[in-house]
């Protein structure tokens, strides 16, 4: 059976990469849908989708996950939840189930006719991607939340300055 997980991994951290050993227990193989592949450099959404394959692609392998068995599609969003489902259908490899812990995307594919099923979360309040990133921009310990391969990766990319200089406002220049 091949299931798909869609999010928009900015960044990709230790929560994501034990639902995808999790997930390979249960299943022959992944999809890993790159959602909102079009958004880049704002504090929502700083990374490309290029990055995050990086990103996740050497996580993945470095978790020891055989990469044969996953497929990372970027999926750019649609201005129209209804027909989101085809859309990213349209991109990926044939699936059969939907693993989301987002209730609008589990919606949305059980209206289409797909099992889906939510994955466990792991210490949701730390692994979370809003909490990283602004723990980038504050100067905290924002390492530890993610895998050793994601530090390195954000590192080449230079993620920090980017994110830093993101939160800069030029309100007081005006
Ligand atoms: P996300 O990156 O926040 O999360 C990805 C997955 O990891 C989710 O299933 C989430 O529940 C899970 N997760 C997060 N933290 C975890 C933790 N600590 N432990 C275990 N699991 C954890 O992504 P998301 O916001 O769910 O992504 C949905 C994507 O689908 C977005 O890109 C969104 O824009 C897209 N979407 C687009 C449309 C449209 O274009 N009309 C409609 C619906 C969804």
Redesign the pocket.
């Known amino acids: 059976m091949r299931a798909m997980?869609?999010?928009?991994?900015?960044p990709p951290?230790k929560?994501?990469i034990?639902?995808a050993k999790q997930i390979l227990r249960e299943v022959d193989e992944l999809i890993v849908g790159i959602?909102?592949a079009q958004e880049s450099h704002t504090l929502e959404n700083p990374f490309t989708a290029g990055e995050r394959v990086l990103m996740l692609t050497r996580a993945l392998a470095a978790a020891g996950i055989d990469l044969s068995r996953v497929h990372l599609i970027p999926i750019p969003?649609?201005n129209?939840?209804a027909v989101?489902v085809s859309h990213v259908i349209s991109l990926s490899p044939p699936f059969e189930i939907v693993?989301?812990?987002?209730p609008?995307?589990r919606r949305?594919f059980k209206e289409a006719g797909f099992k889906t099923k939510i994955?466990?979360?792991?210490?949701?309040k730390e692994?979370?991607?809003t909490e990283i990133r602004d723990r980038m921009i504050k100067g905290g310990r924002w390492e530890e939340l993610v895998p050793k391969a994601v530090v390195k990766v954000m590192r080449e990319i230079k993620a920090v300055e980017r994110l830093k200089d993101l939160s800069k406002t030029d309100y007081l220049l005006r």
């Open positions: 997980i869609i999010g928009r991994w900015q951290h929560g994501h034990e639902v959602g909102s969003d649609v129209n939840n989101w693993y989301s812990g987002n609008l995307v949305l994955q466990p979360m792991f210490k949701r692994y979370w991607g």
